[in-house]
C-alpha cells in the first residue's frame, strides 16, 4: 500500500500527489473531518454491528481518507490502479470515490471556496464577493470519450479544440480565483449561448466590469459594463491603436488562463474523461475549482 504518511511529510511529494501543500492539507483535513463525521451521524441506514467490526479498514485515518480522494482527483487513476495502489478491492475503491468526493466538495463548500453555479440576484453577488471589482470570462473545455451515438458525436465535437468535449464558463477575479462556472454542456455549444442560458452577466452589478473574448460578441449590445477586444472589420484591418489596445487588454485577461491552469493541476478535469455516472463530470470541476480556491488562500 501507498506509504502516505511519507508523503505528509515531503511537501515537494505532497504536493504532486495531491495538489496541496501539508499547510493547505492540513486545514482542509479539519473541514473534510467535520463533514465526515456529520454524514455518520445523518446517515439514515441504522448499523447492523459496532463500528470496527467486519475486516480493518484500509483507509483508517481521516488524513489517509483525504490523501485517497485527492490522491484521485491529482492523478486520475482507473480504479483498477486505484485499488491496487490502495489494496482495495475494485468495487469498493469506486464506491470510496463517489462517496468522499461528495464530502470534499461539500467542505468546500463550508469553507466558502466553491464558485457560484448561478447568481439569483445582484444583491447576492455583492453579498458574496463583496471585494470583487472584475469578472473575466472564458470558456474551458475537458476532453471526453468519442461517444458512439452519431447524434451525440456531432453535439460534443469541438470545432475549436478539434475533439469531443464538455464546456464550462468561468469567471475569474485578478487574482487567479475561479468565483462562477457554469453547468458542463457538450462542446459545441457556443460561449456566448452557454453564459446567456447561464444568465450570470445580468446579476453582475453595472460597476462591476465583465471581461470576455470576441466569443462573447454581443454582450456589449446588452449591457453596459462588458470590455471586450476590438474586432476586425470585415475587409479592413485594425489601426495601430487597435492593436496596442488589444496587447493590453490581453495581458489584463490573462490570469484567466492561469486559473482554468490551476484547476487543471488536477488529472480528474484535463485527461479525457472516462466515468459513467451522469454529471459526475461537473461535479469533478467544480471541486477541482474549489481546491484551487482553497490552495490560493489557505496555501
Not at 468495487?91 to 461528495?102: D, F, I, S
Not at 464558485?115 to 455583492?126: N, T
Not at 460534443?156 to 479544440?161: L, M, P, Q, R, V
Request: aromatic share 8%; charged share 30%; proline share 3%.
Amino acid at each position: 500500500m501507498l506509504n502516505i504518511q511519507r508523503a505528509l511529510e515531503n511537501d515537494r511529494l505532497l504536493r504532486a500527489l495531491t495538489g496541496l501543500n501539508r499547510k493547505a492539507f492540513d486545514a482542509l483535513c479539519e473541514v473534510f473531518s467535520r463533514v465526515y463525521q456529520e454524514s455518520l451521524e445523518n446517515d439514515p441506514k441504522p448499523r447492523k454491528r459496532a463500528r470496527g467490526g467486519g475486516r480493518k479498514a484500509r483507509l483508517r485515518s481521516m488524513e489517509s481518507k483525504l490523501f485517497f480522494i485527492l490522491f484521485y482527483f491529482k492523478c486520475y487513476p482507473s480504479f483498477d490502479v486505484l485499488s491496487f495502489i490502495f489494496d482495495l478491492e475494485r468495487g469498493r475503491a469506486n464506491r470510496w470515490v463517489h462517496r468522499l468526493q461528495g464530502m470534499l466538495e461539500t467542505a468546500l463548500g463550508k469553507s466558502m471556496v466553491l464558485p457560484e453555479r448561478k447568481l439569483a440576484s445582484i444583491e447576492q453577488f455583492l453579498e458574496r464577493f463583496p471585494e470583487v471589482k472584475e469578472v473575466i470570462c472564458d470558456g474551458t473545455e475537458r476532453p471526453v470519450q468519442r461517444p458512439k451515438d452519431s447524434e451525440q458525436q456531432q453535439e460534443h465535437y469541438s470545432g475549436k479544440k478539434k475533439r469531443h468535449t464538455r464546456k464550462h464558463i468561468t469567471g475569474s477575479t485578478r487574482k487567479k480565483r475561479v468565483i462562477l462556472l457554469t453547468q458542463a454542456q457538450a462542446g459545441k455549444i457556443h460561449d456566448k449561448r452557454q453564459l446567456d442560458q447561464a444568465d450570470l452577466v445580468g446579476n453582475i452589478p453595472d460597476e462591476v466590469a465583465v471581461e470576455g473574448d470576441l466569443g462573447f460578441q454581443g454582450l456589449q449590445n446588452e449591457f453596459v459594463n462588458i470590455h471586450l477586444p476590438h474586432k476586425k472589420p470585415r475587409g479592413k484591418a485594425l489601426t495601430e491603436q487597435q492593436k496596442q489596445q488589444n496587447k493590453e487588454f490581453s495581458a489584463q485577461r490573462v490570469v484567466c488562463a492561469h486559473a482554468h491552469a490551476g484547476m487543471k493541476r488536477y488529472g480528474a478535469v484535463s485527461a479525457i474523461y472516462r466515468n459513467r455516472v451522469t454529471d459526475f463530470d461537473d461535479h469533478l470541476m467544480l471541486t477541482a475549482a474549489g481546491l484551487w480556491n482553497f490552495y490560493l488562500e489557505a496555501a
